[in-house]
């Protein structure tokens, strides 16, 4: 029986580190957590933002995710949608969901990432 969803994963082009770090750190705010050693050879990153988890593993046949992507949910979707506009990202805003306010934008290497907040 699957009782939570761990984590989500999306690649990323090598090199691309830094700029990962920028964006899902400081940009969206999440923590980077350490990979295990035995992963961490590997390149890549992982982030966490209280119980969510992000992963950003290295592809050297990279293509960014323009269909698939993660729902991030946020709290205060106004504002979040600014922060990300005031760093430079894309914020297209999408009514087609009932019951919530949303919006995609990409991450630095082109990964289509959707936010979320629902409507009380």
């Not at 209280?50 to 979707?77: E, N, T, W």
């Amino acid at each position: 029986m699957i009782t939570a969803l761990d984590h989500v994963q999306l690649a990323a082009p090598p090199g691309s580190e830094p700029a990962l770090r920028t964006y899902y750190g400081e940009v969206l705010g999440m923590t980077e957590i350490p990979k295990p050693a035995a992963l961490a050879a590997n390149g890549g990153l992982w982030f966490a933002c209280g119980p969510v988890q992000l992963h950003l593993g290295i592809d050297p046949d990279f293509r960014p995710s323009r269909k698939a992507h993660p729902g991030l949910r946020v709290v205060g979707m106004e504002a979040f949608a600014a922060r990300l506009a005031g760093h430079g990202a894309e914020v297209v805003w999408d009514e087609k969901l009932p019951g919530h306010r949303r919006f995609y934008s990409e991450d630095p290497v082109g990964n289509r990432l959707e936010f979320l907040e629902p409507i009380e």
